[in-house]
């Protein structure tokens, strides 16, 4: 594939235009021009000079992220700080550490934004930036397996690693568009960088005196993103939330080599094992209320069995057959997610697709984890029949193509998800190194303590990373990942995981999810700020604002009695209780009206799914006033402000282009 600039020197010159000139490279390569006027982008002819009132930046680029186009004025954004992750390959992977914004119109300020609108969507912009894990490499495609590099590797090598890329996972597809149109008419595949959302690890392995490297690759993809419970389900266009491809790779030196280790692409065994996460694929939702437990919410559309369908085909037609592992409870809240997954895989009938349930929280409770082999069992003919991508140097005609998939998928697609994975990659592992020789029939990776603490702990933090970018914390049950074992420790960790979640998933996700929709273009601006002043102010009415004041305040007065001097113990019982009402009164006010203390995304708001009326089902209607009903009944003042939210969203949503994507 071509090469793509691994450092490029920022010129400014003037108002007119950035210059980015490739540095430590042959004399003929090509520098890039941006006119800030018009946001053109120019490939300049070899050997081009830098204008002389052009000032450089101190910084050094690294790659280009892409451009945004924002209220005010489009933006640059660039990698101007990196961090190794390791080597595949042959090819360094990094993680970008570090961001710069450039404005094209002069007069907007990245620091001090001329309007609060404009500072809205750039906080957002940073948000994104600052807490996504986006990785990179210059010379290996990280948006696809291994299998498909393979497979088109002919046809791939005249190309740009942008034309080639997996469009699933190609995060930062939609910052690039300006730099892909412009590539119909000269060739900017050096300056293209594709970046994935996801985790990379690899760790060098020895056994039996064979050199080896392991390493497991996420890919998130950017259909469908955003926060655990503002994206649930399926779309219209068949992308589910939460879409993972997990890839473990293990390359493996021939047995006749010396003891010293191997150029990383003169390994004589390459593994691929596949796996894939999503949630469970019809319309369905949970609505928080400021209750620990959310409101559960399912759509019966007319369109449920089409878009399942579509999910469903471009799975098989990508992976080749799959094996679909529910591990949804059979009864209590997730009971209906469960039910209707069910009915709907069997009214489609697909001949490619095989379901599988497994109760996980039944068959592993009081901490019996090892029974998870019991889903093993069961899948061991579907595993053996998929198998794994193995090139074999040696003997070309060995070689292996993994054929189908195992699709998991629990409520959230985290923890339960998580473990399960992580078995099904130790099986496949066990089965790779049993087959060229490494271990015995007998043996497996538990019995080598090196290999298997690695296998623990990458596992652990890939559920980690996942958990953090969709929940906003670590992953549950990550102890028996990382040790093998369910622990004491591991329950009271996965106490403080939970409260962390609920906080974010009610207070702070709002704006989190608002981060994605605008990085990945689901959601574009209009250039006129005055017209979305709607993002900056609460229109919620006084009386829903000032509860948690009032309950602030009761709460300090109740600790201030506690603590001050007392001039009468008969007069206290007084004092406590008015501001112990007052905390009791204001607390029943804020759950009973708890929709309207979340913090809801504004860009594209689920106004659909939290009043949704059509057939389906819902376990509740909390949080939405005194009498619980729907607020087109007009009965509920609390609620109102949401709906008269959702007719200023709706204009915004109305204009021109502001779904536009690009596939």
Same mark, same amino acid.
């Given at each position: 594939?071509?090469?793509?600039?691994?450092?490029?020197?920022?010129?400014?010159?003037?108002? /007119?235009?950035?210059?980015?000139?490739?540095?430590?490279?042959?004399?003929?390569?090509?520098?890039? @021009?941006?006119?800030?006027?018009?946001?053109?982008?120019?490939?300049?002819?070899?050997?081009?000079?830098?204008?002389?009132?052009?000032?450089?930046? !101190?910084?050094?680029?690294?790659?280009?992220?892409?451009?945004?186009?924002?209220?005010?004025?489009?933006?640059?954004?660039?990698?101007?700080?990196?961090?190794?992750?390791?080597?595949?390959?042959?090819?360094?992977?990094?993680?970008?550490?570090?961001?710069?914004?450039?404005?094209?119109?002069?007069?907007?300020?990245?620091?001090?934004?001329?309007?609060?609108?404009?500072?809205?969507?750039?906080?957002?912009?940073?948000?994104?930036?600052?807490?996504?894990?986006?990785?990179?490499?210059?010379?290996?495609?990280?948006?696809?397996?291994?299998?498909?590099?393979?497979?088109?590797?002919?046809?791939?090598?005249?190309?740009?690693?942008? /034309?080639?890329?997996?469009?699933?996972?190609?995060?930062?597809?939609?910052?690039?568009?300006?730099?892909?149109?412009?590539?119909?008419?000269?060739?900017?595949?050096?300056?293209?960088?594709?970046?994935?959302?996801?985790?990379?690890?690899?760790?060098?392995?020895?056994?039996?005196?064979?050199?080896?490297?392991?390493?497991?690759?996420?890919?998130?993809?950017?259909? $469908?993103?955003?926060?655990?419970?503002?994206?649930?389900?399926?779309?219209?266009?068949?992308?589910?939330?939460?879409?993972? /491809?997990?890839?473990?790779?293990?390359?493996?030196?021939?047995?006749? @080599?010396? !003891?010293?280790?191997?150029?990383?692409?003169?390994?004589?065994?390459?593994?691929?094992?596949?796996?894939?996460?999503?949630?469970?694929?019809?319309?369905?939702?949970?609505?928080?209320?400021?209750?620990?437990?959310?409101?559960?919410?399912?759509?019966?559309?007319?369109?449920?069995?089409?878009?399942?369908?579509?999910?469903?085909?471009?799975?098989?037609?990508?992976?080749?057959?799959?094996?679909?592992?529910?591990?949804?409870?059979?009864?209590?809240?997730?009971?209906?997610?469960?039910?209707?997954?069910?009915?709907?895989?069997?009214?489609?009938?697909? @001949?490619?697709?095989?379901?599988?349930?497994?109760?996980?929280?039944?068959?592993?409770?009081?901490?019996?984890?090892? $029974?998870?082999?019991?889903?093993?069992?069961?899948?061991?003919?579907?595993?053996?029949?998929?198998?794994?991508?193995?090139?074999?140097?040696?003997?070309?005609?060995?070689?292996?193509?993994?054929?189908?998939?195992?699709?998991?998928?629990?409520?959230?697609?985290?923890?339960? @998800?998580?473990?399960?994975?992580?078995?099904?990659?130790?099986?496949?592992?066990?089965?790779?190194?049993?087959?060229?020789?490494?271990?015995?029939?007998?043996?497996?990776?538990?019995?080598?303590?090196?290999?298997?603490?690695?296998?623990? /702990?990458?596992?652990?933090?890939?559920?980690?990373?996942?958990?953090?970018?969709?929940?906003?914390?670590?992953?549950?049950?990550?102890?028996?990942?990382?040790?093998?074992?369910?622990?004491?420790?591991?329950?009271?960790?996965?106490?403080?995981?939970?409260?962390?979640?609920?906080?974010?998933?009610?207070?702070?996700?709002? &704006?989190?999810?608002?981060?994605?929709?605008?990085?990945?273009?689901?959601?574009?601006?209009?250039?006129?700020?005055?017209?979305?002043?709607?993002?900056?102010?609460?229109?919620?009415?006084?009386?829903?604002?000032?509860?948690? &004041?009032?309950?602030?305040?009761?709460?300090?007065?109740?600790?201030?009695?506690?603590?001050?001097?007392?001039?009468?113990?008969?007069?206290?019982?007084?004092?406590?209780?008015?501001?112990?009402?007052?905390?009791?009164?204001?607390?029943?006010?804020?759950?009973?009206?708890?929709?309207?203390?979340?913090?809801?995304?504004?860009?594209?708001?689920?106004?659909?799914?939290?009043?949704?009326? !059509?057939?389906?089902?819902?376990?509740?209607?909390?949080?939405?006033?005194?009498?619980?009903?729907?607020?087109?009944?007009?009965?509920?003042?609390?609620?109102?402000?949401?709906?008269?939210?959702?007719?200023?969203?709706?204009?915004?949503?109305?204009?021109?282009?502001?779904?536009?994507?690009?596939?």
């Amino acid at each position: 594939m071509k090469p793509i600039h691994q450092r490029l020197n920022l010129y400014t010159v003037g108002d /007119e235009a950035y210059v980015f000139a490739p540095t430590g490279e042959p004399v003929a390569a090509q520098s890039l @021009t941006v006119h800030r006027a018009t946001g053109e982008v120019v490939l300049n002819p070899p050997q081009t000079p830098i204008p002389q009132h052009a000032s450089r930046s !101190g910084k050094s680029v690294h790659g280009i992220l892409g451009m945004i186009s924002l209220a005010l004025s489009e933006y640059i954004v660039i990698i101007t700080g990196r961090e190794p992750k390791g080597r595949l390959c042959g090819q360094d992977i990094f993680r970008a550490s570090d961001f710069d914004i450039l404005p094209l119109n002069p007069n907007a300020n990245v620091l001090n934004p001329p309007h609060p609108v404009e500072g809205y969507f750039l906080a957002l912009l940073r948000s994104h930036l600052q807490s996504g894990s986006f990785l990179f490499s210059y010379g290996w495609d990280l948006t696809r397996r291994l299998q498909a590099q393979w497979e088109s590797q002919n046809l791939d090598s005249s190309k740009g690693v942008w /034309e080639v890329a997996d469009d699933r996972f190609f995060w930062n597809k939609y910052l690039q568009t300006r730099f892909i149109e412009s590539s119909e008419k000269q060739d900017l595949s050096s300056f293209i960088l594709p970046v994935i959302y996801g985790t990379f690890d690899v760790r060098p392995i020895f056994i039996h005196g064979r050199h080896m490297h392991l390493a497991l690759i996420s890919r998130r993809s950017r259909y $469908r993103a955003g926060t655990r419970y503002f994206r649930r389900g399926i779309d219209h266009e068949g992308h589910v939330a939460n879409f993972n /491809e997990s890839e473990q790779l293990l390359f493996v030196e021939h047995p006749n @080599t010396s !003891g010293a280790v191997r150029v990383d692409d003169q390994f004589a065994h390459q593994f691929s094992f596949v796996q894939i996460r999503g949630s469970v694929p019809f319309f369905w939702a949970e609505v928080n209320t400021v209750r620990y437990k959310p409101d559960l919410q399912v759509m019966e559309l007319p369109d449920t069995p089409d878009a399942m369908k579509l999910h469903l085909l471009e799975q098989v037609s990508t992976y080749g057959p799959q094996t679909l592992v529910n591990l949804v409870n059979h009864k209590g809240h997730e009971k209906p997610v469960k039910d209707g997954y069910e009915r709907w895989v069997g009214q489609l009938g697909l @001949t490619d697709v095989r379901y599988q349930y497994f109760d996980f929280h039944t068959e592993c409770k009081n901490m019996r984890w090892d $029974r998870i082999s019991l889903l093993v069992d069961k899948l061991q003919l579907d595993l053996q029949k998929q198998g794994y991508f193995h090139i074999d140097s040696s003997d070309p005609k060995s070689n292996k193509l993994q054929n189908g998939t195992v699709r998991t998928n629990c409520m959230d697609n985290l923890d339960r @998800t998580n473990v399960v994975q992580a078995t099904l990659a130790k099986y496949a592992l066990n089965r790779q190194l049993r087959e060229i020789g490494v271990l015995t029939k007998e043996q497996g990776v538990d019995d080598f303590e090196a290999l298997s603490k690695d296998f623990r /702990e990458m596992w652990a933090d890939h559920a980690d990373a996942i958990s953090k970018a969709y929940a906003g914390s670590g992953a549950l049950k990550s102890d028996f990942t990382r040790t093998n074992e369910r622990t004491r420790k591991g329950l009271l960790e996965d106490g403080v995981k939970s409260i962390l979640r609920y906080l974010k998933n009610n207070f702070l996700d709002g &704006a989190r999810q608002d981060a994605f929709d605008l990085f990945t273009g689901a959601w574009i601006p209009r250039r006129n700020p005055s017209s979305m002043n709607f993002l900056i102010t609460d229109p919620r009415p006084l009386v829903i604002r000032s509860a948690p &004041a009032i309950a602030s305040f009761s709460l300090f007065m109740i600790c201030a009695g506690l603590t001050l001097p007392r001039s009468s113990d008969y007069s206290l019982v007084y004092y406590f209780f008015l501001w112990i009402m007052l905390l009791l009164a204001s607390t029943i006010f804020m759950v009973t009206y708890g929709i309207d203390y979340v913090s809801w995304p504004k860009l594209i708001p689920l106004d659909s799914v939290i009043y949704y009326e !059509g057939p389906g089902y819902r376990s509740a209607k909390h949080g939405m006033g005194l009498k619980g009903m729907n607020v087109k009944l007009g009965l509920d003042n609390g609620a109102k402000w949401l709906k008269n939210k959702r007719k200023v969203g709706m204009e915004a949503e109305g204009i021109p282009m502001v779904h536009k994507r690009v596939d």
